[in-house]
């Protein structure tokens, strides 16, 4: 505890560290200022009576608002957050894979990259121009008395305007966090909105188990095994041994022959992004049938999002996507190219299809783990509503919510050490250094 306080002097002694991170502190103040200003002619005492009166047992308005920082529930002006710009990053990756313009973007460095942060920014714009009237006709109007008694088109527009500038301001907000404060702005803005519920759940599961103190504690050693967990198969890497032949340096050769290095292959290549996919999907069934009375066994199956049936084949999608994903993320033959050309190779494997083969086969057997802990962790939640824990407090065992606040924090942490062993002060964690991951933005814009 003395050295981790010591570390947390050298950090404020860093005059830029020290600024950045107030700098960051302010903008994320800013951020969650806005997420509770109501769109104009909105009835606030409806607004929070509605929340109060459900409380969080529809189980996709938890989720939308854990996202949004709770401006979904707020029917704020940052009602729709972040994810319309997760959304166009995410497209726009997707469109590098089959447009050969985009791909030929990718290509171009820093100047194909500003094209497509172009594009991306255009592409978010539109997103939430097509998400604000549906959210106030689906969400927004289903709270009584919330929306004023008459709907004008300049109301209409007022309203979608500032809805779609709330947004693109939640997106300046994480690029100035980016540029000038500290860890990737997107991605802090994510873990904010969803560490904002933790407090008021936590504090709910305690006052709903107020007489049994042993099961709070034991909820808290789970979940810290849990969070455990998550960043040994986040951070795991399987090291593939490489060996460097002779170079020539000048005009005399340098004999590396010796020299070994390792090439790193995640064992959770993919993400967060299969169960992004697969829970988008199993958005639209939930939609359909949870609002029937009667929709027989479909609605059984798919109606209930803690169900077995529901939990089942989102653990299937997401297995189905952590390979799709991980095929897109990672190619064995390009790999393969880089290591002849460099000089490098797999000790007993031959260059070129040879070592591709022995990449690809690697890459095959470390998924089956990784997409089984995503799997898992996708269907936590289900569980600890099993075992009687409190609808919103639920979310934080495990999901997109976990792996999103656990890879964001080692990712900003990796940063803030970065600065300490720059000044050749120690890092921050005592004993060894943090191994960073890519953040969601980095993931999905290739999060």
């Known amino acids: 505890m003395k050295r981790f306080i010591q570390n947390i002097k050298n950090i404020w002694k860093v005059e830029e560290l020290r600024k950045r991170i107030l700098l960051t502190l302010f903008l994320i103040l800013v951020y969650r200022i806005g997420s509770f200003i109501m769109l104009p002619g909105v009835n606030a005492e409806a607004v929070l009576a509605n929340a109060s009166r459900k409380g969080g047992d529809n189980v ?11 401006g979904f529930t707020n029917v704020s002006i940052m009602a729709l957050g972040i994810m319309p710009y997760i959304s166009a990053s995410i497209i726009m ?5 089959a447009v050969p313009a985009v791909q030929k ?3 171009e460095g820093e100047s194909g990259r500003k094209q497509i942060n172009t594009y991306t920014r255009i592409l978010t714009i539109i997103i939430c121009a097509v998400q604000a009237p549906s959210y ?10 919330a929306l004023p008694a008459d709907l004008s088109m300049l109301w209409w527009t007022t309203a979608v305007s500032c809805m779609v500038a709330g947004s693109m301001f939640a997106v300046w907000l994480g690029e100035r966090i980016t540029d000038k404060g500290i860890g990737n702005g997107i991605s802090l803005l994510i873990t904010v909105g969803i560490l904002s519920r933790l407090p008021s759940s936590f504090l709910t599961e305690m006052a709903a188990n107020k007489n049994f103190p042993l099961k709070i504690v034991l909820e808290i050693i789970v979940f810290m095994l849990i969070v455990l967990g998550t960043i040994l198969i986040v951070q795991g890497v399987r090291k593939v041994p490489l060996n ?10 340098v004999d590396e022959q010796g020299a070994r290095n390792y090439l790193p292959l995640k064992v959770n290549a993919s993400g967060v992004m299969p169960i992004i996919f697969a829970q988008a999907i199993m958005t639209i069934p939930v939609m359909i049938f949870s609002q ?4 027989g066994v479909i609605q059984y199956a798919l109606g209930d999002t803690h169900g077995v049936p529901y939990n089942a084949l989102l653990a299937l999608l997401i297995i189905v ?16 190219d880089d ?25 095959s057997r470390i998924t089956l783990p990784g997409s089984i802990f995503l799997a898992l962790i996708a269907i936590l939640p289900s569980i600890a509503y099993a075992c009687n824990i409190t609808s919103g407090f639920e979310y934080f065992f495990g999901g997109t919510s976990l792996l999103i606040m656990v890879g964001v924090v080692l990712d900003t942490l990796q940063q803030i050490e970065s600065y300490l062993l720059n000044r050749h002060m120690d890092g921050l964690m005592e004993g060894s250094r943090v191994r960073g991951r890519r953040s969601i933005n980095e993931m999905s814009s290739g999060f």
Do not use: C, H, W
């Open 244 to 253: 460097t032949a002779k170079r020539v340096v000048g005009a005399r050769a």
């Open 136 to 145: 106030i006709s689906l969400y927004a109007s289903s709270i009584k008395g």
């Open 93 to 97: 990756q997707l469109l590098g894979m």
């Open 60 to 70: 996709l308005e938890s989720l939308l608002s854990m996202f949004s920082g709770g």
């Open 105 to 107: 973007m990718q290509n």
């Open 292 to 295: 029937q009375k009667d929709g």
């Open 339 to 363: 290591l002849k050309r460099s000089g490098g190779f797999i000790p007993g494997v031959r260059p070129g299809d040879e070592t591709a083969e022995y990449i690809d086969s690697l890459v």
């Open 321 to 336: 996507f952590t390979y799709f994903y991980t095929a897109i993320m990672i190619n064995p033959r390009k790999m393969a």
